[in-house]
């Protein structure tokens, strides 16, 4: 069983997509199954209505799942295992109170080492523990030898106790914290693979220790992807728009393009260009690189292109507001000036708009209007522009701006030749 746990606290990001594209793969090669876990415990952050939006987005994204669970769901299996921790003498309680911890944290800083709790709790006897009416949190004992886990990407892991310390695993409200309901979830679950960004590498040995404490024997295996950096070489944040899947589908990008670049990306792949459900045949998590991956959104908008390019005409143009092959195959012409839909839609609809004219054609515009309304069908281009040509008595810049002007809506752009193969059906819309 894997498993993609997204938190509703803001839009998806697109190293969140990552993840939740390389748990799908895996999981389709591997036969097993894949669930969904919001892990909606910091109420405080939660946004209403992002938990839809992250199972749309998956959906948009064609990555199939078994189920869909609330990590808050499993808030009283969370308490229980406190519990339990408690009574196994492998947890304590902590009365220690926030201003007292930030002293604490204060007097390292000061000596310029990491702040590590001091078990001071730890040496309370069981009638201080029973009679201290002060609220308290719960934390696990720091484990006695070093945790080591395995990581597919990085291979094996050591971390020191000192590093894991005696976390605090149950907040004073009695909530849990994230590594320990996430450690717990991975058990209820039996999870085998989880496949999650290198920046939460720093919470592998403490889920790992939890369950360690439990009792729980089972191997749970490991790949931490490396991050995605901005084009300053910096992580991706959320004050990067293109950090943010639900950005980049607003700007144009087709969902298979994007899986197809966070695919590509600091990853050996046999093509550039390629779907999803190619990559199920020849994705190797083994492959992907150690380094970090530099976004570069001038590779996403060629890629974007090609995936436009790729697609069935009809279909395209259902993606410019039409449901005609032809306005497709002009679409497909656009394509070599434009990347994204949000820059192709504009073209297409010029095409159909009330046209501008500069005042310097207008006059001419206007003739050439007036003849070709009347004008006859022709197949050609040629036979066209010669008929236009001869009624309109214009001729040279008087008759080629004019006329790429009323068909088109823009003063430069592809071969008008090229484009009326497709619209000389529709030349009463274009130029009414």
């Known amino acids: 069983m894997l498993r993609f746990a997204p938190s509703p606290t803001g839009d998806m990001h697109i190293g969140n997509l990552r993840v939740a594209l390389f748990n799908y793969i895996v999981a389709s090669q591997r036969g097993e199954e894949l669930i969904v876990r919001i892990e909606d415990t910091d109420k405080e952050r939660n946004i209403e209505g992002k938990d839809k939006e992250i199972l749309d987005i998956l959906g948009l994204f064609g990555i199939e799942y078994s189920n869909v669970t609330h990590q808050s769901e499993n808030l009283r299996y969370h308490r229980m295992m406190a519990i339990q ?3 196994d003498k492998k947890a304590f ?10 002293v604490k944290r204060e007097v390292a800083k000061k000596t310029h080492k990491p702040f590590r709790y001091d078990d001071i709790c730890t040496h309370l006897t069981a009638d201080q523990t029973i009679d201290n009416e002060n609220p308290f949190t719960i934390r696990l004992r720091r484990p006695e030898a070093a945790v080591v886990t395995q990581d597919l990407l990085k291979g094996e892991i050591s971390f020191a106790p000192e590093d894991i310390d005696s976390f605090i695993i149950m907040r004073a409200e009695k909530y849990p914290t994230y590594n320990f309901a996430c450690a ?4 209820l679950s039996d999870i085998s693979l989880v496949i999650r960004g290198e920046d939460h590498m720093s919470n592998t040995p403490k889920q790992t220790a939890v369950r360690d404490a439990l009792g729980y024997d089972k191997t749970m295996e490991y790949a931490h992807l490396p991050i995605i ?3 300053e070489g910096k992580k991706m944040s959320k004050r990067d728009d293109a950090s943010s899947v639900k950005w980049l589908l607003e700007e144009g990008f087709l969902p298979s393009a994007i899986t197809n670049y966070l695919i590509h990306i600091g990853n050996k792949t046999p093509e550039e260009i390629f779907t999803l459900e190619e990559a199920l045949e020849w994705f190797d998590l083994a492959s992907i690189s150690k380094s970090p991956a530099r976004f570069d959104i001038d590779k996403l908008k060629f890629i974007n292109g090609q995936h436009l390019r790729n697609m069935d ?3 395209l143009s259902r993606y410019v507001g039409f449901a005609d092959e032809a306005i497709g195959q002009v679409a497909k012409i656009y394509l070599e000036e434009a990347r994204t839909l949000k820059e192709l839609r504009p073209k297409i609809k010029a095409i159909f708009a009330e046209k501008v004219i500069p005042e310097e054609f207008t006059e001419q515009a206007e003739i050439m209007r007036k003849v ?7 197949e050609e281009f040629n036979d066209f522009k010669s008929y236009v040509m001869k009624e309109s008595g214009l001729k040279g810049k008087n008759f080629f701006k004019p006329l790429r002007l009323l068909l088109t809506g823009a003063g430069n752009g592809p071969e008008v030749a090229d484009l009326y193969v497709y619209l000389k059906d529709f030349m009463g819309e274009i130029v009414k």
Do not use: G, R, S, W
């Not at 717990?184 to 058990?187: F, R």
């Not at 070709?372 to 022709?378: Q, S, T």
């Open 85 to 87: 921790l408690l009574q």
């Open 93 to 102: 309680n902590c009365f220690c109170t926030p201003a007292e911890l930030e």
């Open 184 to 187: 717990v979830d991975d058990m």
């Open 229 to 231: 950096l901005n084009n």
């Open 313 to 315: 005409a009809k279909e």
């Open 372 to 378: 070709i309304m009347k004008a006859p069908h022709f």
